[in-house]
């Protein structure tokens, strides 16, 4: 079993940064894919940030120019580094590890952006 750890998250202004981690154990990450979402009340969790095996990055349109998805495989971690952020950037953001039907998700942490 794969568990994923999200520390990171936290309060801040609008116009601010913060970055969120997903430090892995149980398994070696190198060969999944990572992803990050985001859930609000009232709508269905979406895909923020992806980065594949071989470093390819894809981003939803609202934070592209803004969020920056990596990975460190000698750590084990994936990364969500978020500048400028945004009051509607709030939201709960979980982590995702996902290889083939192999799928494992993080506990999710709390991103809130004051105006």
């Known amino acids: 079993q794969v568990q994923l750890v999200e520390p990171g998250g936290g309060l801040v202004q609008a116009g601010g940064s913060l970055r969120l981690s997903c430090a892995a154990s149980g398994s070696t990450l190198s060969r999944y894919g990572i992803g990050w979402y985001r859930q609000v009340p009232g709508k269905q969790r979406e895909l923020v940030a992806y980065?594949?095996?071989?470093?390819?990055?894809n981003y939803a349109e609202s934070v592209r120019g803004r969020f920056t998805i990596s990975r460190d495989n000698a750590k084990n971690t994936g990364y969500l580094q978020m500048d400028s952020l945004k009051p509607e950037d709030t939201a709960v953001y979980y982590c995702?590890?996902?290889?083939?039907?192999?799928?494992?998700w993080g506990q999710g942490t709390q991103v809130t952006v004051s105006s």
């Open positions: 980065i594949n095996s071989e470093g390819s990055t």
């Open positions: 995702n590890a996902n290889l083939y039907f192999k799928s494992y």
